[in-house]
Every structure is written in structure tokens, then in C-alpha cells.
């Protein structure tokens, strides 16, 4: 097994500019969540899916943010327009059975290093 | 919303020496609580869970306690190895995170 594939591993993009990060989650696994971190906030929730439904979106900071699970297997977190406070490592996560409680297999993928300048 | 707080934020022990974070959360219905290890560099990694209707649960050098009543649950390390050093992560139904504790062990 592979694991949550993350990609790209490091970003750099200039402000303004729209960014697309991407998340395959592990087989079988149906919810799906995205997280941030840094220094400042720690590790934040900002969207999770359930069998590719959105089922809390209260974390997304603003309408810059959206995200999608068009199947299954893959999910995008968009940024547009990017600012530098979006600078951050966005980390994937995906479980089976429902989301954010009495899952199973939790695993992360690498995350994404975006750097916004 | 669910609060979690996790003490301390650094900790340094001798290598064989135990370890222990705390957490406490403020969501009485919360049923869930995993703890992660996050290495430089890498995401965090689950290294053991506990759900509300068990009081501790053990894997080798790894236990954590729950506490439904005070509301807080507990990672404890045993015999700690330099390799245990990182940063470790509570959670709460996977949807909030501690502040996380950075754990050194000094050979």
C-alpha cells in the first residue's frame, strides 16, 4: 500500500496566483480530511469528506479556499488568490468507516510545503 | 466547539527514563482520542488510539490512560530511546489537535 499521496511536496507561488493541491487517498478508505499546520496554529481542521460528501467545511478560512472529492480516490484543495499568510505544510488524511470518530487506519500523507511570496 | 489542551509543550528525559503528555478536552460526547508522532519533515503518524469506553490500552513501550470523568486521557512512554524524539500530537475525534510536545530524549 502506498499510503496518502500528497503532490506537489513543496510549492512556492506568488501572491495572487491560484494553487492546486492534490490528495489520493489510501484504497478503500472513505472519508477523506485536510488539515493545516503551522507554527503559529498548530495543526487545524479545515474540510473533511465522507464517501466524496463535504461533511464539515467550518474550518475553510475564507472563499478562497475550496476543496472537491470528485471520486473516490482524489481530492484537491484550492487556493484563489493566494496571500503569504496561506503559507503553511497542508497535510491530507483519509480513514474508513465515517469521518471523525470510530474510523479506522487514520494515515496522513507528507504533506504539501506551500510557501506563498 | 471541542477546546484540547496538551502539557507540556516541551520535554526533555534521559534516555530510559519514562514520558508523559496530557490532554484534556472539553466535549463530553467526544469518543475518540489518538496520538500522533510527527518527525521532522514527515506527517504525523498514529501510534496508538483509545475510544471512550476503554479506560487504558497498551502496545509494547506505549500506553494511553482515558479519563471520561475529568475529561482528560494521557500518552505514557516507557524506557524511551532516543529515536522516540519528536513532536507528539494529540487529537480529539480526529477533528481537533493539541498544541503538541516536542519530547527529547538525551542518550
Known amino acids: 500500500d502506498a499510503g496518502v499521496i500528497q503532490s506537489p511536496r513543496h510549492e512556492v507561488t506568488e501572491m495572487g496566483q491560484e494553487v492546486t493541491l492534490r490528495c489520493k487517498p489510501i484504497?478503500?478508505?472513505?472519508?477523506l480530511f485536510w488539515y493545516r499546520q503551522t507554527m503559529m496554529r498548530g495543526l487545524e481542521l479545515l474540510i473533511y469528506?465522507?464517501?466524496?460528501?463535504?461533511?464539515?467545511d467550518s474550518g475553510m478560512p475564507e472563499d478562497r479556499f475550496s476543496a472537491k472529492m470528485p471520486n473516490a480516490s482524489f481530492s484537491t484543495l484550492k487556493i484563489q488568490p493566494s496571500e503569504p499568510r496561506d503559507s503553511a505544510v497542508y497535510f491530507c488524511?483519509?480513514?474508513?468507516?465515517?469521518?471523525?470518530?470510530?474510523?479506522?487506519?487514520?494515515?496522513f500523507g507528507s504533506g504539501t510545503r506551500l510557501t506563498v511570496v | 466547539g471541542e477546546n484540547v489542551e496538551q502539557h507540556p509543550s516541551t520535554l526533555s528525559v534521559q534516555e530510559g527514563d519514562s514520558a508523559v503528555i496530557k490532554c484534556t478536552y472539553s466535549?463530553?460526547?467526544?469518543?475518540?482520542f489518538p496520538w500522533y508522532k510527527q518527525e521532522l519533515g514527515k506527517g504525523p503518524q498514529l501510534i496508538i488510539d483509545?475510544?471512550?469506553?476503554?479506560g487504558e490500552k497498551k502496545d509494547q513501550r506505549i500506553a494511553v490512560t482515558l479519563n471520561k470523568t475529568a475529561k482528560h486521557f494521557s500518552l505514557h512512554i516507557t524506557e524511551t530511546q532516543p529515536e522516540d524524539s519528536a513532536v507528539y500530537f494529540c487529537?480529539?475525534?480526529?477533528?481537533?489537535f493539541g498544541g503538541g510536545t516536542r519530547l527529547m530524549v538525551k542518550p
Open positions: 488524511a483519509s480513514s474508513l468507516v465515517q469521518g471523525g470518530s470510530g474510523g479506522n487506519g487514520y494515515t
Open positions: 484504497s478503500g478508505h472513505n472519508s
Open positions: 469528506f465522507n464517501n466524496n460528501v463535504p461533511i464539515d
Open positions: 466535549d463530553s460526547a467526544s469518543n475518540y
Open positions: 483509545i475510544r471512550s469506553n476503554v
Open positions: 487529537a480529539v475525534n480526529m477533528l481537533t
